[in-house]
């Protein structure tokens, strides 16, 4: 398996833009997390599916931000409209509910908004 | 609220030595300890995880710790290698929500050739 694929891997946009960003898990996880993480505040956990259900989505900042996991191969966290604020890079990584359970990341989207 | 500190945040050691990383978590209820190797500009690479029952994990010339009662873990890192030089991560499981990992900010490493 080529692992967790996210892209695009660098996003700049202006202010006010729409983004998406996208990442398709490795096959045969049942979890999938979509992280952020900046200098400041370190890594954040945004919100988590299993098995393409939303589970926890109290870390997501604000109504701007969105995530969907419309099938097992394939999720989207969406930011309308976005800010400087949210620059930042996104991780996406997904793991098994059972047997080896650690997280496997994805090389993550460096999303700068201007 | 879980909250995972990590010290110190930069270290810079000679080639050959033996060093240990610290992370420290205030809730002794955690689910399991994990730590991650973070290079510039890549994603996160999952080097040991230690459930809650476990004391140690080791995997070549990594070892790490756990000490649930003093919220503490440890990893240690024998004779270091130039290529060892990133940034480490541990991560605190929720006990509550084994899915939610609890973050330090790391412990960004240089050994020097």
């Known amino acids: 398996d080529a692992g967790v694929i996210q892209s695009p891997r660098h996003e700049v946009t202006e202010m006010g833009q729409e983004v998406t960003l996208r990442c398709k898990p490795i096959s045969g996880h049942d979890y999938l997390f979509w992280y952020r993480q900046t200098m400041m505040r370190g890594l954040e956990l945004l919100i988590y599916?299993?098995?393409?259900?939303?589970?926890?989505d109290s870390g997501m900042p604000e109504d701007r931000f969105s995530a969907k996991m419309p099938n097992a191969s394939f999720s989207t966290l969406k930011i309308q409209p976005s800010e400087p604020r949210d620059s930042a890079v996104y991780f996406c990584?997904?793991?098994?509910?059972?047997?080896?359970?650690?997280?496997?990341f994805g090389q993550g989207t460096r999303l700068t908004v201007v | 609220k879980q909250e995972v500190t990590q010290i110190p945040a930069a270290l810079s050691v000679p080639e050959g030595e033996n060093l240990v990383l610290n992370c420290s978590f205030t809730?002794?209820?955690?689910?399991?300890l994990q730590w991650f190797r973070q290079d510039p500009g890549k994603g996160l690479t999952s080097l040991l995880l230690?459930?809650?029952s476990q004391r140690e994990q080791t995997s070549g010339r990594l070892n790490a710790s756990l000490d649930k009662s003093s919220g503490r873990s440890t990893l240690y890192i024998a004779a270091s290698q130039p290529g060892d030089s990133a940034t480490y991560l541990c991560?605190?499981?929720?006990?509550?929500?084994?899915?939610?990992?609890?973050w330090g900010l790391g412990t960004s490493l240089a050994v020097n050739p």
């Open positions: 809730d002794s209820a955690i689910y399991n």
């Open positions: 599916f299993n098995n393409n259900v939303p589970i926890d």
């Open positions: 230690i459930q809650s």
């Open positions: 990584a997904s793991s098994l509910a059972r047997g080896n359970t650690e997280a496997f």
């Open positions: 991560a605190a499981g929720d006990a509550g929500n084994n899915r939610k990992l609890i």
